[in-house]
C-alpha cells in the first residue's frame, strides 16, 4: 500500500513540532520554546478518517545564517521533495515575516500542494490574526492552536483533500520483497546477484539509487517482486548523514511488502542506525530475514560465524525469530539460499492455526506454567483465537487484561513459536476482557 505523505513546514518557533505531536497523539517531537530545537525529520505514521499516511516533523528555516541553517535547510528541501502535501505553519501570535515570504516562495517552486495554518490561535478574539497570511499567496489560511488542538481536524481534513488521486495501476503479482538496510551495505549489489543481471544501478557512492524500484522476475516457476530502497542523491550532492537516507521511501518500501531483507555489512559490523531499520519492518508485522552481506571480506574460523550469530541476537533482541542468512553479494556466495528462505518465512507468516489445537496448547501451557499473581489475582485465560496471518494474530479472552504482564506474554509467545513454525516472523498477542454472557 503507498501512503501519503504530509511535510510539516514553517520558520522556528511557530509551532510545528506541537502540531505534530497533537496530530500523531503523542509526545514524539521535542517542543521547546527556543528556535532550532528539532534538527531532524521527525516521522509518523498516522491515520485520518478512512486515510492512512505518513506525517514529516521538519526543521525551521531562516533567512539569516543561525546555527545548524544548512543542515535543516537541506532537511526540509528533502522533507518537500518527499512529501504529497505541505503543511505550511505559521504563527498568528508573531504575525507575517520575512521568514515567512522566503518560505512561501520556497513552497510555491515546489508546485507541491500546500495547507497554510495559522497556529495559536487560542481563541474566537483572534480569528482576525489570519487574514494577513493571504499575502503569502499559497491559499486559504486555517486557523489553528496545535496547544489546544483547535482546528487540528480541519487541517487534517484540508492536507487528505489534497493528497493526489491513487495509482489504480494493477500490483505486480508475486511475494514482494524490500531489501532494507543503512547506504552502502549492498543493496544493489543483492538485488543485481538474485537477478542474476544488472538490473539495478550499483555504485560505491552513497545514495547512488535514487527511488524505490520494483522489479519483477521469475524463480522456479513463481513470480516475485524485489524492491531496491533508495538512498538520496540530490543535484549531484548528497545532501544527508549516512544514517538519515530515505526513511520514508524504506518505510513505504516496508510498507506495501511481504517479506524484508534486512542488510548488515560483515564488514563494518552493527552500526546503531541498523537498529532503527529494522525496528521499522519489525513494527510493521513484516516477515524479516537479516543478511549479512560481504561475508566474503571477513577473516574466518570455525567460531567467527557463531560469534556473528550471538553478536547480532544480542544487538536485536527483538529480532530473535528472523533467520539469519550469510551471503556475498559480490561473489553471489550463497546468494542462491535467500528466496527458498523467503517463501519459508512468508509460508510461516500466513499460516493459520486451528482454533482448538490453538486452544490445547494454551491450556496446557497454563497447565503446566501458570501466570504468576499480581496483587492476589491470577491472569486465566478461557480462550485463544487466530483472527489474522500476516502477521499472525491472536486474541487472548482473559479475565482481566490488566493482568496480562509482558514477561508472560513473552512466555505465550515462545510456546506458541515452540508447537508451531513461526520462524521469521513476528506474532502479535491481543487480550480481551471476557464478555459475561
Same mark, same amino acid.
Given at each position: 500500500?503507498?501512503?501519503?505523505?504530509?511535510?510539516?513546514?514553517?520558520?522556528?518557533?511557530?509551532?510545528?513540532?506541537?502540531?505534530?505531536?497533537?496530530?500523531?497523539? *503523542?509526545?514524539?517531537?521535542?517542543?521547546?520554546?527556543?528556535?532550532?530545537?528539532?534538527?531532524?525529520?521527525?516521522?509518523?505514521?498516522?491515520?485520518?478518517?478512512?486515510? &492512512?499516511?505518513?506525517?514529516?516533523?521538519?526543521?525551521?528555516?531562516?533567512? *539569516?545564517?543561525?546555527?545548524?541553517?544548512?543542515?535543516?535547510?537541506?532537511?526540509?528541501?528533502?522533507?518537500?521533495?518527499?512529501?504529497?502535501?505541505?503543511?505550511?505553519?505559521?504563527?498568528?501570535?508573531?504575525? !507575517?515575516?520575512?521568514?515567512?515570504? @522566503?518560505?512561501?516562495?520556497?513552497?510555491?517552486?515546489?508546485?507541491?500542494?500546500?495547507? !497554510?495554518?495559522?497556529?495559536?490561535?487560542?481563541?474566537?478574539?483572534?480569528?482576525?490574526?489570519?487574514? *494577513?497570511? @493571504?499575502?503569502?499567496?499559497?491559499?486559504?489560511?486555517?486557523?489553528?492552536?496545535?496547544?489546544?488542538?483547535?482546528?487540528?481536524?480541519?487541517? !487534517?481534513?484540508?492536507?487528505?483533500?489534497?493528497?493526489?488521486?491513487?495509482?489504480?495501476? *494493477? &500490483?505486480?503479482?508475486?511475494?514482494?520483497?524490500?531489501?532494507?538496510?543503512?547506504?552502502?551495505?549492498?543493496?544493489? #549489489?543483492?538485488?543485481?546477484?538474485?537477478?542474476?543481471?544488472?538490473?539495478?544501478?550499483?555504485?560505491?557512492?552513497?545514495?547512488?539509487?535514487?527511488?524505490?524500484?520494483?522489479?519483477?522476475?521469475?524463480?522456479?516457476?513463481?513470480?516475485?517482486?524485489?524492491?531496491?530502497?533508495?538512498?538520496?542523491?540530490?543535484?549531484?550532492?548528497? @545532501?544527508?548523514?549516512?544514517?538519515?537516507?530515505?526513511?520514508?521511501?524504506?518505510?513505504?518500501?516496508?510498507?506495501?511488502?511481504?517479506?524484508?531483507?534486512?542488510?548488515?555489512?560483515?564488514?563494518?559490523?552493527?552500526?546503531?542506525?541498523?537498529?532503527?531499520?529494522?525496528?521499522?519492518?519489525?513494527?510493521?508485522?513484516?516477515?524479516?530475514?537479516? /543478511?549479512?552481506?560481504?561475508?566474503?571480506?571477513?577473516?574466518?574460523?570455525?567460531?567467527?560465524?557463531?560469534?556473528?550469530?550471538?553478536?547480532?541476537?544480542?544487538?536485536?533482541?527483538?529480532?530473535?525469530?528472523?533467520?539469519?542468512?550469510?551471503?556475498?553479494?559480490?561473489?553471489?556466495?550463497?546468494? $542462491?539460499?535467500?528466496?527458498?528462505?523467503?517463501?519459508? /518465512?512468508?509460508? $510461516?507468516?500466513?499460516?493459520?492455526?486451528?482454533?482448538? /489445537?490453538?486452544?490445547?496448547?494454551?491450556?496446557?501451557?497454563?497447565?503446566?506454567?501458570?501466570?504468576?499473581?499480581?496483587?492476589?489475582?491470577?491472569?486465566?485465560?478461557?480462550?485463544?483465537?487466530?483472527?489474522?496471518?500476516?502477521?499472525?494474530?491472536?486474541?487472548?479472552?482473559?479475565?482481566?487484561?490488566?493482568?496480562?504482564?509482558?514477561?508472560?506474554?513473552?512466555?505465550?509467545? $515462545?510456546?506458541?513459536?515452540?508447537?508451531?513454525?513461526? &520462524?521469521?516472523?513476528?506474532?502479535?498477542?491481543?487480550?480481551?476482557?471476557?464478555? #459475561?454472557?
Amino acid at each position: 500500500m503507498n501512503h501519503g505523505v504530509i511535510a510539516i513546514v514553517g520558520r522556528p518557533n511557530v509551532g510545528k513540532s506541537t502540531i505534530f505531536n497533537r496530530m500523531i497523539g *503523542e509526545r514524539r517531537s521535542i517542543v521547546e520554546d527556543v528556535p532550532g530545537v528539532t534538527r531532524d525529520r521527525l516521522y509518523s505514521r498516522c491515520h485520518w478518517v478512512n486515510q &492512512e499516511f505518513y506525517l514529516i516533523d521538519t526543521g525551521g528555516i531562516q533567512i *539569516e545564517n543561525q546555527p545548524f541553517q544548512t543542515e535543516i535547510r537541506a532537511q526540509v528541501e528533502i522533507a518537500i521533495e518527499e512529501a504529497d502535501v505541505i503543511l505550511f505553519v505559521v504563527s498568528a501570535k508573531s504575525g !507575517l515575516s520575512d521568514d515567512d515570504k @522566503y518560505i512561501a516562495s520556497m513552497l510555491q517552486r515546489s508546485k507541491k500542494p500546500i495547507v !497554510l495554518a495559522v497556529n495559536m490561535v487560542d481563541d474566537d478574539t483572534k480569528l482576525s490574526l489570519i487574514y *494577513e497570511f @493571504y499575502a503569502l499567496g499559497v491559499g486559504d489560511p486555517i486557523a489553528c492552536s496545535g496547544v489546544h488542538g483547535i482546528g487540528i481536524g480541519d487541517l !487534517l481534513d484540508a492536507c487528505v483533500a489534497a493528497f493526489p488521486e491513487k495509482d489504480n495501476a *494493477e &500490483e505486480l503479482e508475486g511475494i514482494h520483497i524490500a531489501v532494507i538496510g543503512e547506504p552502502n551495505v549492498g543493496k544493489s #549489489s543483492l538485488v543485481n546477484a538474485i537477478l542474476n543481471e544488472d538490473r539495478a544501478i550499483v555504485s560505491d557512492i552513497q545514495g547512488t539509487t535514487r527511488d524505490a524500484v520494483d522489479i519483477p522476475f521469475t524463480y522456479n516457476g513463481s513470480n516475485y517482486v524485489l524492491v531496491d530502497t533508495a538512498g538520496i542523491r540530490k543535484k549531484g550532492k548528497v @545532501y544527508e548523514n549516512v544514517e538519515k537516507y530515505s526513511v520514508l521511501r524504506a518505510l513505504s518500501a516496508i510498507s506495501r511488502s511481504d517479506v524484508c531483507l534486512f542488510l548488515i555489512d560483515a564488514d563494518k559490523g552493527i552500526r546503531e542506525q541498523d537498529k532503527h531499520v529494522a525496528g521499522y519492518a519489525h513494527e510493521e508485522g513484516k516477515p524479516l530475514i537479516i /543478511v549479512v552481506n560481504k561475508w566474503d571480506l571477513i577473516e574466518k574460523d570455525e567460531k567467527t560465524m557463531n560469534e556473528f550469530i550471538d553478536k547480532v541476537r544480542s544487538e536485536f533482541v527483538y529480532l530473535a525469530y528472523a533467520p539469519i542468512l550469510f551471503v556475498s553479494a559480490k561473489t553471489k556466495q550463497r546468494v $542462491n539460499t535467500i528466496i527458498p528462505e523467503v517463501n519459508r /518465512v512468508y509460508e $510461516n507468516a500466513s499460516r493459520r492455526i486451528p482454533t482448538n /489445537v490453538l486452544n490445547e496448547v494454551v491450556a496446557d501451557t497454563q497447565l503446566v506454567n501458570p501466570a504468576p499473581a499480581r496483587n492476589g489475582k491470577r491472569l486465566r485465560i478461557y480462550y485463544a483465537t487466530q483472527v489474522s496471518a500476516n502477521p499472525p494474530t491472536f486474541v487472548f479472552s482473559v479475565n482481566d487484561p490488566k493482568l496480562m504482564h509482558f514477561s508472560y506474554e513473552r512466555f505465550l509467545e $515462545n510456546q506458541l513459536r515452540q508447537a508451531f513454525d513461526f &520462524e521469521g516472523t513476528p506474532i502479535h498477542i491481543v487480550t480481551r476482557k471476557r464478555v #459475561s454472557e
